[in-house]
């Protein structure tokens, strides 16, 4: 399984993004619907952060998000989303999607800058 995160860009504070995390190869589909994802977020210097995650049945979100974020799930294209609103420059990040119980190679990311 390989996945590929995108929609990442420039935009102003208070603005909206939203991130696709789309999986793919063999088996991708295989389980896809109850595979624990999430979203992390890595900014220059600074560690990598969970940013929110989806199970079969219910959300979470760090505690930075405060409601701006949600994280949701289109089984029929094998795709999770981030809707990223009021964004903020602190915001400005990496963005990775991964499994969140069986971790696969990190990709590339999508890169979200809000400037002020």
């Known amino acids: 399984v390989q996945l590929q995160a995108s929609g990442g860009g420039l935009v102003q504070a208070g603005g909206s993004l939203t991130l696709s995390c789309a999986a793919s190869?063999?088996?991708?589909?295989?389980?896809?619907?109850?595979?624990?994802m999430a979203w992390y977020r890595q900014a220059s210097g600074k560690e990598r952060e969970l940013v929110a995650l989806?199970?079969?049945?219910?959300?979470r979100y760090g505690a930075f998000v405060k409601g701006r974020f949600t994280i949701s799930r289109d089984t029929a294209k094998k795709t999770v989303y981030l809707q990223m609103n009021s964004l903020k420059p602190e915001d400005t990040a990496l963005y990775f999607c991964?499994?969140?119980?069986?971790?696969?190679?990190w990709g590339r990311g999508t890169q979200v800058t809000v400037s002020s």
């Open positions: 991964n499994q969140f119980y069986r971790p696969l190679p």
């Open positions: 190869g063999p088996n991708s589909g295989v389980n896809f619907h109850i595979t624990t």
């Open positions: 989806i199970t079969s049945d219910d959300t």
